[in-house]
């Protein structure tokens, strides 16, 4: 049975996966109003990664027979100064997120909880993706701003960015890796 301060901090974390869909959300909007719909695929696609955290967090604390606790979603922002501005917001999300998990994996040895420990290095393996997903747009958006053409380029590479197998394969019924 899952100790109520570990399952306390999971559902927390439940919240925050929630408000980073709803974040990148807003960020897609932003991009279709402007019609870079490579940069809305690209917030699509995170939109829908974020989801499957929540999700998959939800389903660990269904496995250890904790209620799952869902609260009110705060309201990100809903404007940018720049594409580069909105990616530089996102990089600045995925640190802040990297550290609620850190903190989390830190909860989960003080509990002894090794369950959760093994199962929280996989969000640990997977903030490193999610930080440099996001610096890697920060870094080209960056090099390309001032550069001819260099919006369209990097908008339409980002419109060929794909959902991952295992996010399919959760959106589809099929259970999570
Ligand atoms: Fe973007 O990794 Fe979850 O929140």
Redesign the pocket.
Known sequence: MIKKEMLEALNAQVN??LY?AYLYAAMRAYFEAQNLKGFSNWMRI?TE??LF?ARKIVEFIFERGGHAAFKAIKGPDADWASPLDAFKASYK??CH?SECINKLATLALKHDDHAARVFLEWFVT??VE?ESNADQMVQNLTRMQDAPGGLFLLDREAGARTLSPMVVASVSGAPAA
């Open positions: 925050e996966e980073s995170q990664e974020e955290h999300h995925e997120i997977e903030q999610e």
